[in-house]
């Protein structure tokens, strides 16, 4: 099976040589964790691979000035990666509708960063939370669809929030629609002097892998 390079030698060694290429990826961890670092990384990967990215960044301002840090080839990588910015629930819902025809043999990866940060705002105004969470079923079994038709992988990543019952972990927003939707669930952790990655799903490594990682100029780096 075809691998996507995370853009780390470690990281990729941790996954059998790099992301599932027809699966959704979903990497969730608390707000500076360095979600976003590892869709730069993958990304800037598969432009280098002369494909093309379809990044949906719902945060307001993709890391330009980190791209241009981690890339070779700024301007190239740049005219290889698609970017839409949606502003709110519905925009992010109509993105998702357009997906599928924008996906062709030139698209390497779809990247959402994060699926779940609109979500919630509209979670937070909205009376209908059937039909909030209806839409949300609905976009990420969007994204499973390309992802096992089109034989690309999706990277998306999702905010948390405090489990009150354990108060050592923490809970994916959108709660079991992200955790069945993914086939490979990866946790990011934050401590005083680095940061953490935990395998919590893989459809065919075990559980539990973890590693300790400081984000650097050029990306990221082992804590041995």
């Known amino acids: ?130 039909e909030v969470n209806s839409s949300l079923g609905q976009q990420i079994a969007c994204l499973v669809e390309i992802a096992r038709r089109q034989k690309i992988p999706v990277l998306i990543t999702n905010q948390v929030y405090a489990d009150f019952k354990n108060k050592d972990q923490v809970k994916m927003a959108g709660g079991d629609l992200l955790k069945y939707g993914s086939k490979c669930l990866i946790e990011l952790q934050r401590f005083s002097n680095c940061r953490g990655w935990v395998l919590r799903k893989h459809r065919s490594l075990p559980e539990g892998k973890e590693v300790k990682f400081r984000i650097v100029e050029k990306g990221i780096e082992e804590v041995e």
């Open 1 to 130: 099976m075809n691998k996507i390079s995370t853009g780390s030698v470690f990281l990729n060694s941790l996954l059998n040589g790099g992301y599932d290429n027809d699966i959704i990826t979903t990497i969730y961890g608390p707000s500076g964790s360095g979600k976003t670092n590892f869709c730069i990384l993958a990304a800037i990967k598969v432009t280098e691979s002369g494909k093309k990215v379809l990044f949906i960044d719902t945060e307001g301002g993709i890391a330009v000035e980190r791209i241009r840090q981690l890339s070779h080839n700024y301007e190239d990588v740049m005219s290889r990666i698609i970017f839409f910015n949606p502003m709110t629930f519905s925009e992010q819902r109509d993105v998702f509708e357009t997906l599928r025809d924008a996906v062709n043999e030139h698209i390497g990866m779809i990247v959402v960063d994060s699926i779940s940060m609109l979500y919630r705002l509209e979670l937070g105004k909205s009376e209908e939370v059937y």
